[in-house]
């Protein structure tokens, strides 16, 4: 019996090792990937597009306006108090009151996005004040 579980364990390992190692052989070859000596170590620079700059922050709406294409909303930071002129290319829906979080890639304000009626747009140009 114990021979059985043996050869059972062996066929097992055998099954994972040999399904599972071109799997790791590829890993490299999906980032960038140079030997860097005759150790056979490999240097791997992983894509930048891979990780996001982007954080979302939380403000309050103090006041809103719509006029012609775009919108207009003076908000205040959750987080640090700062208020800032908004404007945006359509309707969200905000009213006094609503938390919108604003979506900033790399120091850049480009998507503003109502949480209470599900409603986004892009961020034309802010003002902080």
């Known amino acids: 019996m114990s021979i059985l579980k043996n050869h059972k364990l062996c066929l097992i390992s055998t ?3 040999v399904t599972s190692s071109p799997l790791i052989a590829n890993l490299p070859v999906l980032a960038k990937s140079t030997v860097t000596d005759d150790s056979g170590t490999i240097e791997v620079s992983i894509p930048s597009y891979i ?3 982007s954080q979302r922050v939380a403000f309050t ?3 809103t306006s719509y006029y012609s294409s775009s919108g207009y909303i003076t908000v205040k930071s959750v987080a640090s108090g700062k208020k800032y002129d908004v404007y945006y290319g359509s309707p969200i829906g905000t009213d006094v009151g609503d938390v919108v ?3 900033i890639n790399d120091d850049r ?8 009626t599900g409603k986004s747009a892009g ?3 802010t003002y902080a004040y």
């Open 51 to 53: 990780i996001a700059a």
């Open 15 to 17: 099954l994972i090792l």
């Open 61 to 63: 709406v103090i006041s």
């Open 109 to 116: 304000w480009t998507t503003i996005i109502n949480e209470r």
């Open 101 to 103: 979080t604003i979506i």
């Open 123 to 125: 961020i034309s140009r």
